[in-house]
T-cell receptor, first 114, second 114 residues
């Protein structure tokens, strides 16, 4: 069965610095998608970045980038130049093809210190 | 326009009440989802509709009854709920329910059962 593990319940970073959130997953499938979602306090869940498993190149979206290590089943999120608006719960998610289901990690609460 | 709307934003209901949650998207997406989210936890999938047909029911109690009247609209009918059903109910949609389509979330309905 697929599982997603986020080992950091909470992280904090100084504004303008860089932070990396970790995520590991377990699967026997060869083709899948991975996502990072962000959920600010009392606000909407939004997609931050996605990675197709068949692509070797790491996905990048502005200040957000991933380090995708397929063999190690690792999918970390790097946030550069952290801003106050980045404060949120970050969820890593694996897309299970067989039943169209997202398998979610437990989440990492990111605190930005001004 | 990548928007999923949900009404109402907040709902307080007694255990004997009947109420409905509404979700709407106008992105032409053909898959729609209901999730339940407890505080500081990841979302839990409840139902998936694909092309207006229920494709996944994650063993949800019958006091929750989904309905998809058309491709843009998703309802969740509530009846005889329990206090433990209090949670944030999220609706999401995706272009298809297949592999490559990320889910877009609505802001949620915060439900309190008294």
């Amino acid at each position: 069965a697929q599982t997603v593990t986020q080992s950091q319940p909470e992280m904090s970073v100084q504004e303008a610095e860089t932070v990396t959130l970790s995520c590991t997953y377990d699967t026997s499938e060869s083709d899948y998608y991975l996502f990072w979602y962000k959920q600010p306090p009392s606000r909407q869940m939004i997609l931050v970045i996605r990675q197709e498993a068949y692509k070797q190149q790491n996905a990048t979206e502005n200040r957000f980038s991933v380090n995708f290590q397929k063999a190690a089943k690792s999918f970390s999120l790097k946030i550069s130049d952290s801003q106050l608006g980045d404060a949120a719960m970050y969820f890593c998610a694996y897309y299970r093809v067989s039943n169209y289901q997202l398998i979610w990690g437990a989440g990492t609460k990111l605190i930005i210190k001004p | 326009d990548t928007e999923v709307t949900q009404t109402p934003k907040h709902l307080v209901m007694g255990m004997t009440n009947k109420k409905s949650l509404k979700c709407e998207q106008h992105m032409g997406h053909r898959a729609m989802y209901w999730y339940k989210q407890k505080a500081k936890k990841p979302p839990e999938l409840m139902f998936v509709y694909s092309y207006e047909k229920l494709s996944i029911n994650e063993s949800v109690p019958s006091r929750f009854s989904p309905e998809c009247p058309n491709s843009s609209l998703l309802n969740l009918h509530l009846h005889a709920l329990q206090p433990e059903d209090s949670a944030l109910y999220l609706c999401a949609s995706s272009q298809e329910s297949g592999l490559r389509y990320e889910q877009y979330f609505g802001p949620g309905t915060r439900l309190t059962v008294t």
